[in-house]
């Protein structure tokens, strides 16, 4: 009877083991939201984004309020954009901007969700695509300039916005040149009147930028070819007169190389505790 007795309870602990050895260990089981937010801020500091990712997640779905909460939701959007995850990093800046509207550090998240798109953007004319250059994509340029845009309207004082005005200018002069790629394009292939059309639109939507001189250079050329001659001397006329006005020098510098800090939260004293 002993012996049965015996047995019976090396099976159940075996089998109770089995259950604990099938069972994922996970350190954070038990952690305060403290405990778990400066963690989180640690493995962030280190550039260990993908392990500060999965503790924000783990804060997140644990303590969903309070201010912890509040934190790591802008602090895991800045970890996806260190992480390369631009379309994560879109994602939780935006959900911070819904879910905390009035936060004094918005802008932040707005900010943040520029420069996401400002850098998938930078580059993308010097990209070759598989398919023809015709069909190359500046939707990013165009997102981070709304993004700037929105950032610049609603916080126009805030300490971001001299950076994103720099930055609209510079996405002008990108979509602008954008813009006379394809009408090259156009013109090596003898679309001639495409290509006036798209260098048209240059001038007219993107002025003072630099692309407007080779736009109207481009304008001269397409009307020669389609036999206009009229429109080509008006557009001459209108080149000659803006270079000798000077109005196509481009002095607009580039935006300085981005050191987009993750502490905007020295108000709640979070990393002290």
């Not at 015996?6 to 260990?25: D, R, Y």
Request: aromatic share 12%.
């Amino acid at each position: 009877m002993i012996r049965i007795l015996v047995t019976t309870l090396i099976a159940v602990a075996l089998l109770s083991g089995c259950g604990i050895l099938g069972k994922e260990f996970d350190e954070t089981e038990g952690w305060s939201a403290n405990e778990l937010y400066s963690k989180a801020a640690r493995e962030l500091d280190s550039a260990n984004y993908k392990r500060a990712i999965e503790l924000y997640r783990k804060l997140e779905a644990r303590y969903p309020f309070g201010r912890f909460a509040m934190q790591g939701q802008l602090d895991i959007a800045y970890a996806y954009y260190k992480a390369e995850e631009p379309e994560q990093a879109l994602a939780a800046a935006d959900r911070f901007i819904k879910l905390y509207p009035q936060n004094p550090y918005v802008d932040y998240a707005y900010y943040l969700k520029g420069i996401v798109n400002y850098n998938r953007s930078i580059g993308f004319l010097d990209r070759f695509f598989p398919l023809d250059t015709a069909q190359r994509d500046p939707g990013s340029a165009m997102d981070a300039f709304n993004d700037f845009s929105e950032l610049v309207r609603l916080y126009p004082n805030s300490k971001y916005a001299a950076d994103a005005r720099q930055r609209m200018l510079h996405l002008r002069n990108m979509l602008a040149e954008g813009e006379l790629h394809v009408a090259r394009y156009y013109m090596e292939r003898g679309a001639y009147l495409a290509a006036v059309a798209r260098a048209q639109y240059v001038v007219e939507r993107f002025q003072r930028t630099g692309a407007v001189e080779d736009a109207l250079e481009l304008m001269i050329e397409g009307y020669r070819r389609l036999g206009e001659d009229e429109l080509a001397a008006d557009a001459r006329r209108v080149l000659v007169m803006n270079r000798e006005a000077g109005r196509f020098l481009d002095d607009t510098p580039d935006p300085s190389e981005v050191s987009l800090a993750r502490r905007v939260w020295d108000y709640l004293g979070l990393d002290r505790n």
